[in-house]
């Protein structure tokens, strides 16, 4: 393996280890605020993958870009769905607001 190849992979499981602590310690107040950022986040990768699936670097480039949409995407439509399901848990029963 190269040195590349290990250093990538040192630094995706410690991304990984340090997501997971940092997520399983908020509390349940705040998730509906970490849901809406990690939303904007996702939407600014969703630009960025626009801009590689048309940018005409190749057909790799695009194919990956395109791929990269679809995941954007998913990931933008399932996260605004899950932050109106758990702000709709917050309204009143009965009442308009």
Known sequence: MSLTLIFGLYVF???AFTGY???SKVPHLLHTPLMAFTNAI???S???SLLAAGGHYGTLSTALGAVAVLAASINV?????ITDRMLRMFKK???TR
């Open 13 to 15: 499981f410690l991304a």
């Open 93 to 95: 029963k009965g009442g």
């Open 42 to 44: 996702s939407g600014i």
């Open 21 to 23: 602590q940092v997520i």
């Open 46 to 48: 969703l630009v960025g």
């Open 77 to 81: 439509i399932g996260g605004f769905l």
